[in-house]
């Protein structure tokens, strides 16, 4: 296959989507069946981006495949040079793996929806929703330039929007709908101010001229502190969308959203787009915006884990694990361990889609019901439900043989190399606790659920597993989570086609010294890098992360290990009761199970604050700007009178003089017409008289 | 005896010319008028004859008192004739009340 078909394909995979949103939302209300179309065209989506995923890697080189047309021509503009605004595609390893991801979790999605969302009055319209879900987040994965990136981010913003507020009936779908987009757009702002900057300085959107340009050396005001600006201007982007702190708050309300959707979008692809969006730019981000990045991911993987304990809501928990797991991703790329947090990335979008879907089915089954607390013993009821469930949660705690140990190993290796070689090892310990948080939550969760007696007896008595189309899409995504298709070995991925082939075409183009010192090759690993097509890390890096791989899994292991049994000692064998405990520490855990009370905080600064803020301004409108407004409109107003007066009085006053005058004088003068003849003689008499009277004196 | 000279006769024709004229003015009635005009054109033929007798003009007064009369003549026919009209026209003559030139 040549490579201009691959780019054939993609271009095709980016627009069926959107062609599907437009023929299902048209014909949505006349034909009942038309979201088999949709389906049928994200199964060509999926194919393609198989296709293009398996050519690309496995028959062509790690290069680029670029196509691109000019879309604005602004010739050359005084100041700034030649300006062009060029879109197009782009597909690299990371972009190929990356489509196939989203094309499948999509697939799956939109199969399990048939039967989750059967009986819905807007059937038609939430697969159309889904498409342009699809098509806006195929476009964000194939973009070659931060413009476009930027016009499908926002789409992508658009279609969970919709989707959040699917049953906008209900006040609260409603309101978190309102909240994810106004959320966003705050972290949506800061990226816009970071691609400003780029463009300011190097004239293009185009990701690869950046890149060329930043290698030549060329920085935004020549320093290296505004490189950094930028590069955490473009990460506030990824602080919105992947739902970091402080920004998280809107993730967990997302959760009024059909689950289906939750899975696609609000787990395994678009709050994943933040993640994609830092790998993309990976090349310009210098030292010190790596170190803000990895702070944001840490707290990040933190703080919600923390929350995950107490939450009772099976979305709620899974929502937090989610923000958990992308703190995790951020704090990846923070630590210099970029090619971990992509496959992080991947593994976490299938176990979380999986654990997702595992508990659409769930609820489903237990007729809308979410509180896992009325739940319990369904692993009788359930059972692919049950094992998958389960598998997935052994995937996100970290279990070897699952896709999760090692992605989640690589990460915490990552952290603790950095630690070695830099001093710092906060992000290793944050790392190592979260992992036994993980771990504990986890089980929490899946024991309340499935295990036990059942607490509500009636609804267990109609719960019943799922139809097929609901339980195979769980199947194929627990299948994803064993090891085997990631690399041979179940310890070490290394060696796996994934890390040697797949993820390895990043390299940094900023100056040498603004870099992290492992990020700068040596000479060595330059040599060794032509051979693996890794260039990136120091030879001193590969020696820490090779040292701290043992210790890294053994400790992670145990974490998890400790936080299973945790989970098992407090819920299964209830050697500990639970309830006194949360009594005995009971403003820790109303903290926890109050979400930290960042909601309560940002209504009380933010949400409050804006609202004072535009009152006042409503106040100073309607008393100021309105004042001006009407003072000037009264001086007119004063002046006009005065104007018509003057008009009144003094023009027509010399009008109706010059009337009367005229009037008066007529008066007079029609007393000599009085149409008698006699009368007239007498005047002519008189004139005779008059003029003998002059003549004689001359 | 008083010798009768040019200025008696101007005298008799100026004292003519009044009375017409004041007959001309005052009368009410057309006719009235009329002969008013005629007094006017007398006091002028009473001129040109003194003019004529007493100047050294020749007979040039006393033709030019002929052609007025035969003029007069023919002026009273014309104006009779419109006083008649009139008449019919407004069944009267008083020149008082037929003020239409004011309109």
């Known amino acids: 296959m040549t490579e201009s078909a691959l780019i054939n394909i993609a271009v095709a995979i980016l627009f069926l989507p959107l062609l599907g949103f437009a023929v299902t939302l048209l014909l949505g209300k006349k034909v009942k069946k038309i979201y088999l179309f949709e389906v049928f065209i994200l199964f060509l989506g999926l194919a393609g981006a198989i296709a293009i995923a398996y050519t690309k890697l496995t028959s062509l080189s790690d290069a680029e495949l670029v196509s691109e047309f000019t879309w604005i021509n602004l010739g050359n503009t005084p100041l700034l040079g030649e300006i062009k605004i060029n879109l197009g595609i782009m597909i690299d390893n990371i972009a190929a793996l990356m489509m196939v991801v989203v094309m499948l979790i999509s697939f799956l999605v939109h199969l399990f929806s048939i039967e989750y969302m059967r009986g819905d009055p807007r059937y038609n319209r939430y697969f159309a929703y889904l ?159 790596l170190v803000f990045i990895a702070t944001i991911g840490a707290l990040s993987a933190l703080i919600p884990a923390t929350i995950a304990l107490t939450q009772n809501d099976i979305k709620k928990v899974l929502a937090y694990s989610t923000i958990s797991q992308l703190g995790y991703m951020i704090m990846s790329l923070g630590v210099g361990a970029f090619q971990f947090a992509f496959f992080h990335l991947i593994t976490h979008a299938f176990f979380k889609a999986g654990l997702f879907l595992g508990s659409g089915s769930v609820i489903h089954a237990m007729h809308h019901e979410q509180d896992i607390r009325q739940m319990g013993g369904l692993r009788k009821k359930m059972p692919i439900t049950y094992y998958t469930f389960l598998l997935f949660s052994l995937a996100i705690s970290g279990i070897p043989l699952t896709s999760g140990f090692l992605s989640k190993d690589g990460i915490l290796a990552g952290s603790f190399a950095f630690g070695t070689l830099t001093g710092n090892q906060f992000f290793a310990i944050v790392g190592f606790f979260v992992a036994l948080l993980t771990a504990f939550y986890m089980f929490r969760m899946v024991i309340i659920t499935f295990h036990g007696e059942p607490r509500n007896k009636e609804k267990y008595e109609h719960a019943h597993e799922s139809k097929a189309v609901m339980t195979v899409p769980l ?15 179940p310890f070490n991925p290394d060696q796996g086609w994934i890390l040697s082939k797949g993820i390895n075409t990043h390299e940094q183009y900023i100056p040498e010294e603004t870099r992290y010192d492992f990020l700068v090759p040596g000479e060595a690993a330059v040599v060794e890098g032509e051979e693996t097509g890794s260039v990136m890390y120091s ?120 009337a009367y005058l005229s009037g008066f004088v007529g008066l007079i003068f029609r007393r000599f017409q009085t149409g008698k003849v006699q009368t007239y003689l007498v005047f002519v008499l008189l004139s005779v008289v008059i003029l003998l009277f002059i003549f004689n004196s001359f | 005896m008083i010798h009768v000279g040019l200025t008696h006769f101007l005298v008799i024709s100026i004292v003519l010319f009044a009375l017409g004229l004041y007959a001309v003015i005052t009368r009410k009635n057309a006719v009235m008028v009329l002969m008013g005009i005629e007094l006017i054109l007398n006091s002028a033929n009473i001129n040109f004859i003194a003019f004529s007798k007493f100047g050294n003009f020749g007979l040039q007064g006393q033709l030019i008192a002929l052609f007025v009369i035969i003029l007069a003549a023919a002026e009273a026919a014309v104006a009779l004739a419109i006083v008649l009209n009139i008449y019919k026209t407004v069944a009267n003559i008083n020149v008082d009340e037929i003020d239409s030139l004011k309109d």
């Open chain 1, 475 to 489: 199947i194929i995504l627990a299948v994803l989570s064993i090891f085997i298709w990631y690399t041979p070995n």
């Open chain 1, 131 to 289: 498409g342009l879900f699809t098509f806006s987040m195929s476009g964000i994965v194939l973009t070659h330039n931060i413009l476009m990136m930027y016009i499908f981010w926002e789409l992508v913003g658009v279609s969970s929007y919709l989707l959040i507020g699917f049953w906008f009936e209900k006040k609260s779908a409603a309101d978190a709908g309102k909240k994810a987009f106004i959320v966003n757009r705050i972290g949506d702002v800061g990226m816009f101010l970071g691609i400003l900057m780029l463009f300011t300085t190097y004239h293009t959107f185009t990701f690869d001229e950046i890149f060329a340009q930043i290698s030549q050396g060329v920085l935004p005001f020549n320093s290296g502190f505004w490189m950094s600006v930028t590069g955490i201007l473009i990460f506030c982007g990824a602080i919105g969308k992947s739902a970091q702190f402080p920004l998280h708050v809107w993730l967990p309300d997302a959760m009024e959203g059909p689950t289906p959707v939750s899975a696609l979008i609000h787990a395994a692809t678009m709050v994943a787009a933040g993640v994609y969006l830092v790998v993309r730019v990976f090349g310009i981000m210098t030292a010190d915006a």
């Open chain 1, 539 to 658: 030879e001193s890096y590969e020696e820490a992360m090779h040292s701290v791989h043992v210790p890294t899994m053994i400790l992670s292991l145990l974490m998890a290990g400790l936080g299973i049994l945790l989970a098992f000692v407090f819920y299964q064998w209830k050697k500990v009761n639970v309830d006194r405990l949360a009594e005995k520490y009971k403003p820790l855990y109303n903290f926890s199970l109050n979400k930290w009370y960042f909601d309560e905080l940002y209504d009380k600064t933010a949400v409050s604050g804006t609202i004072g803020l535009s009152r006042f301004l409503g106040k100073f409108d309607s008393k100021v700007i309105d004042g001006i407004v009407n003072g000037s409109a009264s001086v007119t107003k004063g002046f006009s009178t005065f104007i018509g007066k003057f008009d009144n009085i003094v023009v027509d006053g010399f009008v109706n003089f010059a």
